[in-house]
């Protein structure tokens, strides 16, 4: 037997608004910085500024992509997705990735070519503040996504959020080097200075790749919570002989958690029912957007392993 709580219909109104607002907001953002650095690149002809631009580029792409995703993974479980569109967040970070690579590539063409031929650029100070403003709006939005990327466990907003505050840091590396090269007259370090960029977003791309192949294959809570599970199971469990084989997954915002609840085989439907019900309630007092399957067993499967509750 099966109880199964289909958990999240309140939760759905406001933090799927917040996130889609959020998401709404990282494409202004990210249109805004874009154009403050495509200013001061063209006001510079620095190259080091060029390729901070052109990640501005991708940073519009990745707030493209992470809308489209929060609205996909927003829509509820229907018949050809049982269990919702969760996951639709962890491809949207693949595909970010995939653009951070496409774009390091294209600013490593850019720093060969500016440090085999290298040119003159001008340190304007009106583009060079203007560089430094765009980083400071990066960095408060940067917080933004990933606070709120981490208390809705949305992981398109994370992803986007991390990326972001790596933009501030090689901006800034990027700003220090310019000058530097001014001071020096060794404009090859320009060119330096891109590749560095380059190399900061695929290393970038390499970890929203990562995190969200783990995603994929449905990663456990991390051992703090499956531990606060395993603690609400065993003190609401009177009435039954053990829970075993607890398991738990990550897909998006759910946390999908399913056990084997063995139960005295004199005991009514009603009272295992009644048992799952007490589980079930403290568990999504602990574990939002949670998804129990409890399996209620009699007593001769007993393992006598896991949560032995008498």
Avoid at 34 to 44: E, F, M, P, Q, W
Avoid at 90 to 102: E, T, W
Avoid at 159 to 182: E, I, N, Q, W
Wanted: aromatic letters at 8%; glycine letters at 6%; proline letters at 3%.
């Amino acid at each position: 037997m099966s109880v199964q709580a289909a958990y999240g219909r309140e939760m759905q109104a406001s933090p799927t608004n917040l996130t889609t607002r959020i998401a709404y907001g990282s494409l202004a953002v990210g249109i805004t910085v874009l154009a403050l650095k495509v200013y001061a690149a063209s006001a510079t002809g620095s190259i080091a500024l060029f390729s901070d631009a052109l990640e501005s580029v991708v940073n519009v792409v990745t707030a493209i992509v992470a809308l489209v995703a929060v609205r996909l993974a927003a829509r509820p479980a229907d018949a050809t997705l049982p269990y919702g569109y969760y996951k639709a967040e962890y491809f949207s970070a693949v595909v970010i990735g995939i653009f951070i690579a496409v774009a390091a590539l294209v600013i490593f063409v850019e720093a060969y070519n500016g440090f085999v031929s290298p040119h003159s650029f001008d340190a304007d100070p009106i583009g060079l503040t203007v560089s430094v403003g765009a980083s400071v709006i990066n960095a408060i939005w940067a917080s933004v996504l990933i606070n709120v990327g981490r208390r809705q466990r949305s992981p398109s907003l994370e992803a986007d959020g991390r990326h972001l505050a790596t933009d501030v840091v090689s901006t800034v590396a990027v700003l220090f080097g310019v000058l530097l090269a001014v001071a020096t007259g060794y404009q090859q370090l320009d060119a330096i200075l891109a590749a560095f960029v380059a190399v900061t977003i695929l290393w970038s791309g390499w970890q929203l790749i990562r995190q969200s192949v783990i995603g994929l294959m449905d990663v456990a809570v991390e051992p703090r919570l499956l531990n606060a599970i395993r603690e609400i199971i065993s003190a609401n469990a009177d009435g039954a002989i053990e829970a075993h084989d607890i398991r738990t997954r990550q897909a998006g915002k759910m946390i999908f958690v399913d056990f084997h609840l063995v139960v005295p085989g004199a005991m009514s439907v009603a009272a295992a029912h009644a048992i799952c019900d007490r589980i079930e309630a403290k568990l999504r007092e602990r574990v939002d957007h949670a998804q129990i399957t409890i399996h209620v067993e009699p007593e001769e499967k007993a393992k006598h392993s896991g949560i032995v509750v008498v």
